[in-house]
């Protein structure tokens, strides 16, 4: 079966435009999370949805960033105004329950690498 | 909030030997921690797990150990072969998943 998908896989842009980061979970699972991986760096927690609603925007560095996700299923991050600083790799994952446990496994897509000149 | 801290940041060893990677957490409330491999260019991929009221579990060549009085837990890998070469993360959940740093294996034949 299909794993996660994101797109695109690279996405090079100019310092102040937006960019739109898609991620197609695996079929039937309610909880995405989005991650930005910097270059050597560990994981960075951005945002947990379960269904469409987002329980915890705790980890969005500023208002610059946003995320939806519609019909429980495709979710977009939108960085707006992108910084330089934004450069890094997005990771979204899903899981099947998202309980809040965490003990359900996280299958991870391969990531979008943003470079922001 | 939880603070999971990873050694070492690289190892190489030698293919047949045996890798061990360190994480330890804060937050002694923290109940699952799942390691991650990663390949270059693809995601993390989940290789094992534990959880909090089991202090040591094995598949086929890896096993993690987890000390909840010290807060730390490990990654064993025996039998090392350079396919086990990639990064690999640790991570601990407490409310939300915090991953350690990362660990750049490198399996020389």
């Known amino acids: 079966g299909a794993g996660v998908s994101q797109s695109p896989s690279n996405k090079v842009t100019e310092k102040g435009k937006d960019v739109e980061l898609r991620c197609d979970p695996i079929s039937g699972h309610t909880a995405l999370y989005w991650y930005r991986q910097s270059l050597g760096q560990g994981l960075e927690f951005l945002i947990y949805?379960?269904?469409?609603?987002?329980?915890?925007k705790s980890g969005l560095p500023s208002d610059r960033f946003s995320a939806e996700r519609t019909g429980g299923s495709v979710s977009t991050l939108t960085i707006q105004r992108t910084q330089q600083e934004d450069s890094a790799v997005y990771l979204c994952a899903s899981s099947l329950a998202g309980s809040g446990s965490g003990t359900d496994t996280q299958y991870f897509g391969p990531g979008t690498r943003l470079t922001v000149l | 909030g939880e603070n999971v801290e990873q050694h070492p940041s690289t190892l190489s060893v030698q293919e047949g030997d045996s890798a061990v990677i360190k994480c330890t957490y804060s937050?002694?409330?923290?109940?699952?921690f799942p390691w991650y491999k990663q390949e270059l260019g693809k995601g993390p991929q989940l290789i094992i797990d534990i959880r909090s009221n089991v202090g040591e579990k094995k598949d086929q060549r890896i096993a993690v150990t987890l000390n909840k009085t010290a807060k730390h837990f490990s990654l064993h890998i025996t039998e090392t072969q350079p396919e086990d070469s990639a990064v690999y993360f640790c991570a601990a959940w407490m409310n939300k998943f915090y991953f350690g740093s990362g660990t750049k294996l490198n399996v020389k034949p």
């Open positions: 949805f379960q269904g469409n609603s987002a329980p915890d």
């Open positions: 937050d002694s409330a923290s109940n699952y």
